[in-house]
């Protein structure tokens, strides 16, 4: 974390995504903030029944009216790209950074575009100059060594952050020294897989689109080849945010076939399996990187860069001061009476679950998160896995299977409340498994869509300076209590270091003693962010 006086509010770099043809890279490279900007505007359903119209400005305008950030764009200059400007630059700055104007018509050579490498490099070169040019402005008060930036990307964007941030060879320890978040959105971390000749082929060198290859990737990333890519190496995978798109329907690229070949469990482009990171955290920890879900297609006017899931998102990751993980740990399955008969008299039987998750904040009309078996974003883990037979066919919980339900980022300077707590709400739905019986399907009493556990649990965190951690939390049940999480949690602290308390942990019970039924406990870690 810096410490710098600035802080949360670095300088954003913005790297967009792919352009497959020479019109898309020229209508990318004619456009100042190459796409950001493009907002939307949608439906929403009133209270009234009337259909009201909702509007979204785009991230860089709400940036700059919500946050007071600035761009780089005066009297027709780039002042990062800019040789003899001797105009400012302020230190809360968005700058995007244009490397498809190398491929272009107008502003390069429109007969070859430069490689993935190319632009990591690229990346570096754009970090030191903005930094040495951020840091020469006596207005900032910021030393160089001081100076964070955070990465904003979108698809392939992510990949050349990535690259520049992984590979040695491809950038600087300084520049990488002074990214301090690093944001996704929609960015195929484990490639490219369509239904038929699944992962991108290197050979198909159409556009570029072999940079999606896994092969091809793993060396401008510096991995080892294999079916995984998605690791974050010499860089924290715990600040690295992935916003992962659910919503196939709505892109309509390639007169909707792109999405026909990604599938349904995707955003159109990239499936939901390859939107995610994992690595080693700060303190060499294996973590999988924070992530949401949200149903928003790739890009377009219903996609997932200029939507408001996204958008609070990302500035509560950066800018907010506690992050909250759910975890679900759960300690016995019953299965419905006709089933369990049937175990008993010794015939094999199977099972499998999905959880649905949907996190929304206190207040707002919008979802942080969310994942749902009927957009296929739903987690999903089977009776085995949960439960593990042993040598003599005992099953006890596997915790490493224990379902991570979400990672929520909270801004207490967003509190609708004087006393600065934050809540937050989550629905947590067990759907009825699929039970299979001596490999038949078994739907005696199967109503689809029905569940074995649903509610809305809520949480508020209350700051409070005598508490080792610096805040205290409630929790309580829509079903018994709505709108009041009146229950005191109970829990400890999480300390990073001895007498420095990280944050808080706490235990929610989940019980659905009926069969088919469930018992265990929400496992929640809040923790300082900031």
């Known amino acids: 974390m810096s410490s710098n006086s600035k802080h949360p509010y670095h300088p954003i770099i913005y790297v967009r995504g792919f352009a497959a043809t020479q019109g898309e890279i020229e209508d990318t490279v004619a456009d ?26 785009s991230p860089l305008v709400r940036l700059m009216s ?18 003899h400007s001797r105009l400012p630059i302020p230190y809360q700055c968005i700058v995007i950074y244009r490397y498809y104007d190398e491929a272009s018509q107008d502003f390069g050579d429109a007969s070859v575009t430069p490689p993935i490498e190319h632009f990591a490099r690229g990346l570096d070169r754009l970090i030191l100059r903005l930094r040495d040019k951020v840091c020469a402005n006596p207005d900032n008060g910021v030393a160089p060594d001081d100076f964070r930036v955070y990465l904003v990307a979108h698809s392939m964007g992510g990949l050349v952050c990535r690259a520049f941030l992984q590979n040695p060879q491809l950038g600087s320890a300084p520049a990488r020294q002074a990214v301090d978040k690093f944001f996704t959105y929609a960015t195929p971390h484990n490639g490219i897989d369509l239904r038929i000749v699944r992962n991108v082929p290197g050979w198909f060198s159409f ?3 072999n940079n999606f290859n896994r092969k091809r990737m793993a060396d401008y990333l510096a991995l080892p080849e294999g079916p995984d890519v998605s690791r974050v190496v010499n860089f924290p995978a715990d600040r690295v945010f992935n916003l992962v798109g659910t919503n196939a329907r709505d ?5 909707g076939l792109s999405a026909w070949a990604a599938g349904e469990a995707s955003d159109g482009l990239v499936r939901i399996d390859n939107a995610t990171t994992h690595g080693a955290d700060a303190d060499g920890n294996e973590v999988g990187s924070p992530r949401a879900f949200v149903n928003r297609s790739h890009s377009g006017y219903y996609g997932i860069v200029n939507s408001e899931e996204g958008y609070q998102n990302l500035t509560r990751f950066l800018f907010g001061g506690m992050r909250v993980d759910g975890h679900l740990d759960i300690d016995a399955i019953t299965l419905p009476a006709e089933v369990q008969k049937e175990f008993e008299a010794g015939h094999k039987v199977r099972a499998s679950y999905q ?5 929304t904040l206190r207040g707002c009309q919008w979802e942080m998160t969310r994942r749902m078996a009927r957009e296929q974003s739903a987690i999903f883990r089977t009776y085995d896995a949960l439960f593990p037979a042993d040598a003599n066919g005992r099953r006890t919980p596997d915790r490493r299977q224990s379902p991570h339900l979400f990672s929520a ?8 409340k004087a006393s600065k707590s934050i ?7 067990v759907l009825v498994p699929d039970y299979e019986v001596d490999g038949i399907a078994f739907l005696n009493r199967h109503y689809e869509g029905g569940f074995i556990y649903r509610d809305l649990i809520l949480v508020e965190a209350i700051p409070d300076k005598d508490a080792p951690s610096g805040w205290r939390a409630k929790y309580g049940f829509q079903s018994t209590n709505p709108g009041k999480p009146g229950i005191s949690a109970t829990g400890r602290d999480i300390n990073q270091a001895e007498n420095n308390p990280d944050g808080l942990r706490f235990e929610i019970p989940i019980e659905q003693s009926a069969q088919p039924g469930i018992q265990g406990r929400l496992r929640i870690e809040a923790r300082r962010w900031r």
């Open 355 to 359: 959880f649905e998750i949907v996190v």
């Open 32 to 57: 100042p903030y190459m796409g950001f900007n493009i907002g939307s505007t949608k439906a929403r359903v009133a209270w009234t029944g009337d259909v009201k119209r909702f509007y979204f400005e």
């Open 66 to 83: 919500d946050h007071k950030y600035q761009d780089v764009f005066v009297e027709g200059d780039d002042l990062v790209a800019a040789e």
């Open 423 to 429: 809540s937050f709400g989550f629905d947590l739905k």
């Open 409 to 416: 980022f909270l801004d207490p300077d967003k509190s609708v």
């Open 207 to 209: 556009g570029d689109v």
């Open 251 to 255: 892109y309509t690229a390639v007169r």
